[in-house]
């Protein structure tokens, strides 16, 4: 650990050079206060133009903050939520200013990453300070200026960086979200709020069950304190720092039985979410509509919806009857022997107010239009594809007297374990055309959260048995081993049949610290 410790050293004395400079992020919400959805940019006849700069303060908690702020006309906001149909542009331009101050002790931080061939952007070593974007979920090419992680640097103070992204027209209407990627610093970054709301509009025209009711987008974050302590990470909703009874818990309003469609993202850097909506104490039924931004067959009534890191469940929620009211929870979740505990925490109590306030869509007539059939977006009919090839890979640790885990493993059975390194040569190699079934298998005494980039894979098979629902996913969970018995796994199928996935791109645990030492590999999809 002793790099993180040296991580964690320089971010200690970067926040306190930090304090002159503070307020350099917007301010976040006080505690008890009624919760607001972020801005939403809308694109334009086919286009969003936006323009985020990133920046960092330390708040009067001693809370890093790292923030994509937007000027607005009465000022800067954090975060938008960006909103865009099939088919529409994203012109987006990203400037870094993470204060240089504390300079001396970042540079102590440049061979934790290495140095690589930069192609894409800046030019110089990554650090705490560098950045950029990557577009979780969205199912675009890993090439410069669109998604593509292992070239892209920004560094502070240089011009901006222009993102030019076209959203498929085959893209499956949801929820996405983007936050940085950097290797080595992804997860102080997101942990200091660095994450929004992507929206790819046209959910009722798929699942017409939300076509006409109010819309929330709730982004869940988690922050702690530096230096590292074990204990009740704090999870935000909308940067409302939720964790009652420390704090008195944030306030969602909605009026008496109103049905409303919540869209949730998992930023947090590790918390595994079970989600449910309770109504004196009994949990309520949540009608699923939507995983990862990919519109599910048929809506399903649940109580309880597991969102892992980097996840988002997108869901119809009813509102509490007169007189009464409703929390918003993330329940406990185990990830095992080595993992770190994942609390129960209140998300927040949902009252009823006729006047409900929040900033939030209201339901427009442009939000109506011709249905879209499943059988119309992107993996449609993989399904019935004979694949390829079959892979399998595994999730490891290795360990180091009494200090836990100190590397953390994504191998290709067959291959040497190795934690990722920038110059790498790409682990997999494959072609436009290939559907392949991976086997992702957990040996470590903690649960791991796998994540590709560029497409979602098909879910087939867990623990050896076929699925219930063949959902669409780009993050899943994969339990712990208990040290007897078979591992846990996942059978998942992966559509590289688009000529956009050509390239060279990533898969990863998103358990950020993981992702951050190494738990992550390269594939190379060769163009046809
Ligand atoms: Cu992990």
């Not at 012109?91 to 102590?108: C, F, P, Q």
């Not at 930023?267 to 009994?282: E, H, K, R, S, Y």
């Not at 090839?389 to 885990?405: H, I, M, V, W």
């Amino acid at each position: 650990m002793s790099k993180v410790s040296r991580c964690l050293l320089a971010i200690i004395v970067c926040g306190l050079c930090c304090l002159e400079a503070a307020a350099q992020c917007p301010a976040r919400p006080n505690p008890g206060s009624v919760v607001q959805d972020a801005l939403s940019l809308s694109s334009q006849n086919g286009v969003l133009n936006a323009r985020f700069t990133m920046g960092n303060s330390v708040d009067t908690f001693g809370y890093t903050h790292y923030c994509y702020k937007y000027e607005t006309a009465n000022g800067p906001v954090e975060a938008p939520t960006l909103r865009l149909n099939p088919g529409d542009r994203l012109l987006l331009n990203v400037k870094d200013r993470i204060t240089t101050d504390g300079a001396e002790a970042m540079s102590e931080m440049d061979p934790m990453s290495g140095a690589t061939a930069k192609t894409c952007g800046d030019t110089g070593a990554m650090t705490l300070q560098s950045t950029n974007v990557h577009f979780h979920g969205l199912n675009v090419p890993p090439v410069c200026h669109q998604d593509d992680v292992l070239t892209t640097l920004i560094q502070p103070g240089s011009p901006g960086f222009e993102f030019n992204i076209q959203i498929p027209t085959t893209e499956p209407p949801g929820l996405y979200w983007y936050h940085p990627h950097v290797h080595g610093f992804t997860e102080f970054q997101v942990n200091g709020g660095a994450a929004g709301a992507i929206v790819v509009e046209g959910m009722d025209k798929v699942r017409p069950e939300v076509a006409g009711l109010t819309e929330r987008v709730f982004v869940v974050r988690q922050q702690y304190l530096v230096p590292w302590v074990p204990g009740p990470y704090e999870l935000t909703l909308n940067y409302q720092v939720a964790n009652p009874p420390l704090f008195p818990a944030p306030i969602v309003q909605m009026k008496a039985g109103e049905k409303q469609f919540w869209r949730v993202a998992n930023a947090t850097i590790q918390d595994f979410m079970p989600l449910q909506v309770w109504l004196n104490g009994i949990p309520q039924n949540l009608e699923l509509i939507a995983l990862d931004g990919y519109p599910l067959a048929a809506p399903r009534t649940v109580q309880t919806i597991l969102v892992p890191p980097a996840g988002r469940a997108e869901f119809i929620v009813q509102g509490p009857p007169t007189g009464s009211s409703e929390q918003f929870i993330a329940l406990a979740y185990s990830t095992g022997p080595t993992g770190n505990p994942d609390l129960e925490q209140v998300l927040a109590n949902i009252e009823v107010s006729d006047d409900a306030r929040g900033g939030f869509k209201q339901p427009t007539a442009e939000s109506t239009g011709p249905a879209i059939s499943r059988d119309q977006l992107k993996f449609a009919g993989v399904k019935d594809v004979t694949p390829t090839a079959e892979r399998k890979l595994y999730f490891s640790e290795e360990f180091g007297g009494t200090n836990g885990p100190i590397q953390f493993y994504i191998t290709v059975d067959g291959q040497k374990q190795q934690v990722f390194e920038p110059n790498e040569k790409p682990v997999i190699t494959t072609k436009v055309g290939a559907v392949e079934d991976w086997t992702i298998e957990n040996r470590a005494l903690e649960t791991h959260d796998f994540h590709m980039h560029q497409i979602h894979f098909m879910m087939l098979e867990v623990d050896g048995k076929p699925v219930a629902n063949q959902d669409f996913r780009d993050s899943f969970e994969i339990p712990y081993w208990s040290g007897s018995g078979p591992y846990h796994s996942i059978k998942v199928r992966m559509d590289f049949r688009d000529p956009t996935t050509a390239g060279t791109f990533v898969f990863h645990c998103h358990i950020l610290l993981h992702e951050d030492l190494g738990m992550m590999h390269k594939i190379l999809v060769q163009p046809q």
